[in-house]
């Protein structure tokens, strides 16, 4: 009984008033996480190749931060939780070389500063 009247009212709306939509849910942002990476610099002939790699790979558009360092170059990525598979897949075939460092919370990131 509850299912017909459902559709009885929605059959009632005319279709050219704009439908009323009861946002009743709060959305809540994704847990986001930092994540480094330290590329090697000796590791290739070019210095700053594997930077570029990663930055033209499909994780570039998760690189927030970068820092040179004497033999490395350390690399931020701010992912969503739930690309965090795809984000360790994608970055150990793309450049196996790389050290995957520690995974922190973005907000303890940002309390730590």
């Not at 809540?28 to 000796?42: E, G, N, S």
């Not at 795809?86 to 196996?96: A, G, R």
């Given at each position: 009984m509850a299912l017909s009247q459902?559709?009885?009212?929605?059959?009632?709306?005319?279709?050219?008033?704009?439908?009323?939509?009861?946002?009743?849910?709060?959305?809540?942002?994704?847990?986001?996480?930092?994540?480094?990476?330290?590329?090697?610099?000796?590791?290739?002939?070019?210095?700053?190749?594997?930077l570029r790699v990663l930055l033209h790979s499909p994780l570039g558009v998760y690189v927030v931060a970068t820092e040179a360092m004497r033999q490395e170059i350390r690399v931020q990525l701010d992912i969503a939780f739930d690309d965090l598979d795809?984000?360790?897949?994608?970055?150990?075939?793309?450049?196996?070389a790389a050290m995957i460092g520690p995974l922190k919370r973005r907000s303890a990131v940002a309390k730590a500063r």
């Open positions: 459902s559709i009885g009212n929605a059959a009632a709306q005319p279709l050219n008033e704009p439908r009323v939509q009861r946002n009743n849910v709060i959305p809540f942002p994704a847990a986001r996480v930092r994540l480094q990476v330290t590329l090697p610099h000796r590791s290739c002939a070019l210095p700053g190749t594997q795809f984000t360790l897949h994608t970055l150990i075939s793309t450049l196996p």
